[in-house]
């Protein structure tokens, strides 16, 4: 932060701003023998009084959030109250940090001074670009701010609420983070962009469901509040229930909305083990279907969210063309 205050005095003349051009000596025959060195003095306090009003009035603008300044993203520890759950689309990091590494960091985050630690800072919301740019190994361009905990926080909800791409059982996590850090139902509605009585209902469901199943469910960006409601009923119905869905080579590689309708469908069943679906994965790793063998039938199962966009569901897929597979198979035998 200091070079970067003082790099207007220290910046080469390419590009470097130039101070105001000084008046011109006065002449040989001044009647004042020390007339020179006077002007020489004046000169000098002009221009440094300048450049000092320059730095003040950088700091100034940048303590205030009107400039972007380039920050080491190793001094900038992330919010306290986190308002993003592991287990998200690694594909979207991957073209974050593509993107950055190709086109730079257009849009820059927002960061707050910390104020136990001299040089360090806060983030007030950007933790996937500053964390793409750790991993690059670039600086940050951020724009710092004094803000208070509960100010940074609203700010933090509403930026995430702009950009809709968080889901309701995270947005349910950080309403009740946010509600047992003090803040009014009112506040915690303003940072969610929510009615009053939504606050009260996702706050609800975050404290009914253990921290633990949430966690290992992960984001589940496509189930909304009617399953997750669902959901806190059946697990306050059944509390040890859900953990032998967690227990499954299905549930260990599945995305995280599959994740959550397996252990749906596990508590709706009373809690039956499942763990004899074995995941069947294609060339790249990623598992797009589940099959169970028993004694009088096979079982495969496979989930709708292998869709590829704009194409037909690879269970209907599978499913018109049974009647040709099993041709194949007896023309095999």
């Known amino acids: 932060m200091r070079k970067h205050l003082l790099s207007k005095l220290t910046a080469s003349s390419e590009g470097a701003p130039t101070l105001p051009d000084a008046p011109a000596p006065p002449a040989a025959h001044s009647s004042s023998p020390n007339a020179r060195q006077d002007y020489v003095d004046r000169g000098a306090s002009r221009s440094m009084r300048l450049a000092i009003e320059d730095i003040a009035e950088t700091s100034r603008r940048m303590t205030s959030g009107e400039v972007v300044v380039e920050i080491d993203p190793a001094v900038i520890a992330p919010s306290p109250i986190r308002d993003r759950l592991e287990g998200g689309d690694p594909a979207q990091d991957l073209a974050l940090r593509e993107s950055?590494?190709?086109?730079?960091?257009?849009?820059?985050?927002?960061?707050?001074?910390?104020?136990?630690?001299?040089?360090?800072?806060?983030?007030?919301?950007?933790?996937?670009?500053?964390?793409?740019?750790?991993?690059?190994?670039?600086?940050?361009?951020?724009?710092?701010?004094?803000?208070?905990?509960?100010?940074?926080?609203?700010?933090?909800?509403?930026?995430?609420?702009?950009?809709?791409?968080?889901?309701?059982?995270?947005?349910?996590?950080?309403?009740?983070?946010?509600?047992?850090?003090?803040?009014?139902?009112?506040?915690?509605?303003?940072?969610?962009?929510?009615?009053?009585?939504?606050?009260?209902?996702?706050?609800?469901?975050?404290?009914?469901?253990?921290?633990?199943?949430?966690?290992?469910?992960?984001?589940?960006?496509?189930?909304?509040?009617?399953?997750?409601?669902?959901?806190?009923?059946?697990?306050?119905?059944?509390?040890?229930?859900?953990?032998a869905a967690l227990e499954t080579a299905e549930f260990n590689t599945a995305a995280s909305d599959t994740r959550f309708a397996l252990v749906l469908t596990n508590?709706?069943?009373?809690?039956r083990q499942t763990a004899s679906f074995v995941p069947v994965a294609d060339r790249s790793g990623t598992s797009f279907a589940y099959v169970r063998r028993a004694a009088k039938e096979t079982t495969i199962r496979?989930?709708?969210?292998?869709?590829?966009?704009?194409?037909?569901?690879?269970?209907?897929?599978?499913?018109?063309?049974?009647?040709?597979?099993?041709e194949e198979w007896r023309d095999d035998k």
């Not at 508590?267 to 809690?271: A, E, I, R, S, Y």
């Not at 496979?302 to 049974?322: C, M, N, Y």
């Open 100 to 243: 950055i590494a190709v086109y730079g960091q257009r849009v820059p985050v927002l960061i707050r001074p910390d104020a136990s630690a001299r040089g360090r800072y806060v983030t007030v919301y950007g933790h996937r670009r500053i964390s793409a740019a750790h991993t690059l190994g670039k600086p940050v361009r951020a724009i710092i701010v004094q803000l208070s905990d509960e100010d940074a926080y609203v700010a933090q909800g509403q930026e995430n609420n702009d950009r809709r791409d968080t889901s309701f059982i995270e947005k349910a996590l950080f309403a009740a983070r946010l509600r047992a850090e003090g803040l009014d139902r009112a506040r915690v509605a303003a940072a969610l962009g929510v009615a009053d009585t939504l606050v009260s209902k996702m706050t609800v469901i975050a404290e009914r469901i253990p921290t633990e199943l949430i966690r290992a469910i992960g984001p589940a960006p496509s189930t909304g509040r009617p399953k997750w409601e669902m959901l806190a009923g059946l697990v306050e119905a059944t509390p040890k229930a859900w953990g």
């Open 302 to 326: 496979i989930p709708l969210e292998t869709k590829p966009h704009g194409a037909q569901p690879f269970g209907d897929w599978v499913a018109s063309r049974l009647a040709r597979l099993h």
């Open 267 to 271: 508590l709706l069943q009373g809690g």
